[in-house]
């Protein structure tokens, strides 16, 4: 499984920017795509999931201005961040969790990180 990542950036407090993550490869089933965070000196923290059936959580400090989404035929995992605070700046990690995949001989089940994407929100 490759994953790719895009998004972030730097941007004013009160900002919109969008992450996307995309999965792909043999893969047949994924349980949960969603994104983490680190900023400097702090542990990494869950900022939203998605699993297959839909269901999503977000940590306290972002509801009502993050949306994550999921195209599920694209394996692409989207997350609208909205209304950005200066404590939003991290580097953002894509997760996905819960992966099969079938090469046509093999089946194998994995958990995979992106590599870590930078949003900085300064004025």
């Known amino acids: 499984v490759q994953l790719q990542a895009s998004g972030g950036g730097l941007v004013q407090p009160g900002g919109s920017l969008r992450l996307s993550c995309t999965a792909s490869g043999s893969i047949v089933r994924i349980d949960v795509m969603g994104w983490y965070r680190q900023a400097p000196g702090k542990q990494r923290e869950l900022v939203a999931v998605i699993n297959s059936a839909g269901s999503i959580d977000y940590v306290d400090s972002v509801k009502g201005r993050f949306t994550i989404s999921k195209d599920n035929a694209k394996n692409t995992a989207l997350l609208e961040m909205n209304n950005l605070k200066t404590e939003d700046t991290a580097v953002y990690f894509c997760?996905?969790?819960?992966?099969?995949?079938?090469?046509?001989?093999?089946?194998?089940?994995?958990?995979?990180w992106g590599r870590g994407t930078q949003v900085t929100v300064s004025s």
């Open positions: 997760y996905v969790g819960g992966i099969i995949e079938y090469d046509g001989e093999t089946w194998s089940t994995s958990n995979q």
